[in-house]
């Protein structure tokens, strides 16, 4: 079923059953966590042509929230039996994208997953706030202007 979501709009929260998939037509989502000191945890965006969802089995409290951060048209799948529907490929992106992203919070310096976020969302960079990709790299905001400075010293060098 396709439904438009408006900005700021949140799809799911931690604690809801889990029963849907979003495939994203346009504009943009993000699913995150908020600790218990109340700070947010971007775990993933999901511009156009992505899906983003909670990985915790069908009707079972998920973990993740999923909000838009702009206008958005979203595809809605329930995860059981639909999302055999859902592209293999989107999938297959979905699942190669976060274990790539594992893999750098736990061995990459700042710099490098700054980098390899400008290369996995290189169409949403001036869409998102700035402190929502410093939570994405899990950096401050401070830090994240101090690696974007850096770039454009190292790039004007």
Known sequence: MEKLIEKGQILQRAGDLNSKVY??????????SID???????F???????????????????????????????????KDPEISMIDKE????????????LIMLMSATALERYEHFLRTYPDIV?????????????????????IKGRRRKDKGS
């Open 23 to 32: 495939l994203v037509q346009s504009g943009l989502l993000r699913s995150y």
């Open 36 to 42: 218990r000191k109340g700070r947010e945890h971007i």
């Open 44 to 78: 993933m965006f999901a511009p156009e042509d992505w899906i983003v969802g909670d990985a915790i089995p069908p009707q079972q409290p998920c973990e993740l929230f999923i909000d838009a951060i702009e206008t958005s048209t979203v595809w809605v799948y329930e």
């Open 90 to 101: 989107r999938i297959r992106k979905r699942l190669e994208v976060i274990q790539k992203r």
């Open 126 to 146: 001036q869409r998102v706030p700035q402190r929502m990709i410093a939570s994405f790299l899990g950096i401050t905001p401070e830090a994240l202007s101090k």
